[in-house]
């Protein structure tokens, strides 16, 4: 049986989609506390499973997997079947572009916001950011918000490993405390993904 073990503390964005994806595809894993107060992740033994001292890491039967998103994909690639992992070409693609446009389009405000608005103190917020993250996240949500109109889940008809980024930085969004229009398709695919038991579990806990 391959053994699995993630490196990290549950609370982190990049740890719960690894912790997700595993649930989701029934894998049986252990988990190591590591970053954020747990440290661990500058020490040699952890360097030499990660080099950037960052977490989450994935260790398969002893090797070891670095980034989320790479752990996802080597997840779903060696362990999903159709739907969670799409048999169909351009759905795969799909979960592909949505992975990589969380990271470079949705998440970056979205992190800002949660930094902001949880995580600093009242008196010293910068509502320059805070303003210049939620447009930017506006615009996103707009995109995303077209996409899903056309489809319930951001690859096609079928929940796939390409909503768990999206979704995850969803849980901060309509968590945040802060004013949000509606994105009726967004709206609608967020209350499917929290109807997902992995995800209750894992992601959507309070913001901290």
């Known amino acids: 049986m ?3 073990r993630v490196w990290g503390q549950p609370r982190s964005i990049n740890v719960q989609k690894v912790l997700w994806a595993l649930e989701e595809l029934g894998l049986p894993y252990e988990r190591i506390d590591a970053g954020g107060s747990f440290g661990r992740v500058k020490e040699p033994s952890y ?6 001292g960052l977490v989450p890491t994935l260790e398969v039967d002893g090797a070891a997997i670095w980034e989320s998103h790479a752990i996802l994909r080597y997840l779903f690639a060696r362990f999903g079947q159709a739907p969670l992992h799409p048999s169909d070409a351009l759905e795969r693609a799909r979960a592909d572009a949505f992975t990589d446009w969380h990271s470079s389009t949705l998440w970056p405000p979205t992190r800002t916001l949660l930094v902001q608005l949880v995580r600093t103190e009242a008196a010293k917020r910068d509502h320059g950011q805070i ?7 506006l615009s996103a949500l707009k995109i995303l918000d077209g996409e899903l109109s056309r489809r319930p889940f951001v690859a096609g008809a079928s929940f796939t490993w390409g909503d768990i980024p999206v979704a995850s930085a969803a849980q901060r969004w309509f968590n945040l405390p802060i004013e949000r229009p509606s994105f009726p398709a967004v709206e609608a695919w967020y209350q499917r993904i929290r109807e997902r038991p992995a995800f209750q579990r894992i992601v959507d806990l309070p913001l901290q």
């Open 2 to 4: 391959t053994s699995l």
């Open 47 to 52: 360097l030499a499973l990660n080099p950037n």
């Open 131 to 137: 303003e210049a993250a939620r447009g930017q996240v």
